[in-house]
């Protein structure tokens, strides 16, 4: 059995058709995922999937680029949202050099609070970092971030970056871009990860993996992350797997929670 560690059943494509998407996981052996919260004004809505499906876990927290909230999350907020048995990771958190311009200060306090809430609430992080890697992990130090730990979602980054992040406590989490014929570093990377530190995730609705590149992505097609990278590491399917499902549980500490 695949778990999707990191999807957004509350964005409208995936929304729209929840009944399909939820069967497509069944036959394709997906049983759990974790959807991830992106705003404050969604939170409820995403909320609302975990709570109707026994399933289905979530997390609370703010996207690095989300500017649609009226007013920015504060600490005791955020703990207030993560005090639920089904939120069981802070974020999604992090930086975000790509989408927008520098200043970026409120950004990287915003990845500030989120850490502090992840060690406040014991709920691990769920970060996302791109054309950030120096930052991310300047500030995953500074506030201690290794002693809650989570995972580096959607990894594209280099090799050195994910030991550092293995080395703070984190999982590397490999969405459906590791099946892209172009991602040729990022293959090396998913090579060497320990199996034991590794997730993988859909991202969906963005980012299809191989064969279906460019259309809607969904939970289900977390089977096809795993067997490419079965594939490039030269091991079972069952093998990722069973590894994937174990990490998951693990660090996001089912045992209590179920
Ligand atoms: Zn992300
Ligand atoms: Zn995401």
């Not at 955020?78 to 790509?98: F, N, R, S």
């Not at 069952?238 to 996001?252: C, D, I, Q, W, Y």
Request: glycine content about 6%; aromatic content about 8%; some cysteine.
């Amino acid at each position: 059995m695949f778990i999707d560690s990191h999807c957004h059943l509350d964005f409208p494509e995936l929304h729209v058709q929840r009944d399909s998407v939820l069967g497509l996981m069944r036959e394709n052996g997906v049983s759990h995922a974790l959807t991830i919260s992106t705003t404050l004004h969604t939170f409820p809505a995403v909320r609302a999937v975990a709570e109707a499906n026994p399933h289905i876990w979530c997390s609370a927290g703010v996207h690095p680029d989300e500017q649609g909230d009226d007013h920015e999350v504060s600490l005791p907020e955020l703990l207030a949202l993560a005090d639920h048995p089904k939120v069981v990771a802070i974020g999604e958190t992090g930086l975000d050099y790509y989408r927008l311009p520098e200043p970026l200060d409120w950004q990287r306090e915003r990845f500030r609070v989120h850490i502090r809430a992840a060690i406040a609430s014991g709920k691990p992080l769920v970060i996302h970092t791109r054309n950030a890697a120096p930052d991310t992990l300047r500030i995953m130090k500074e506030e201690g971030a290794e002693k809650i730990g989570g995972v580096m979602h959607c990894f594209t980054e280099s090799q050195a970056v994910a030991e550092a992040a293995l080395e703070l406590n984190f999982h590397i989490s490999f969405s459906g871009i590791v099946t892209f014929k172009n991602a040729v570093d990022l293959k090396e990377v998913a090579k060497t990860v320990p199996l034991d530190r590794m997730l993988i995730e859909t991202d969906s609705p963005y980012l299809a993996p191989t064969p279906f590149r460019g259309k809607m992505n969904q939970p289900g097609y977390v089977k096809h992350v795993a067997e490419h990278i079965a594939g490039l590491r030269g091991i079972s399917v069952e093998e990722v797997a069973k590894a994937t499902s174990a990490n998951f549980f693990r660090l996001f500490s089912f045992a209590k929670a179920a």
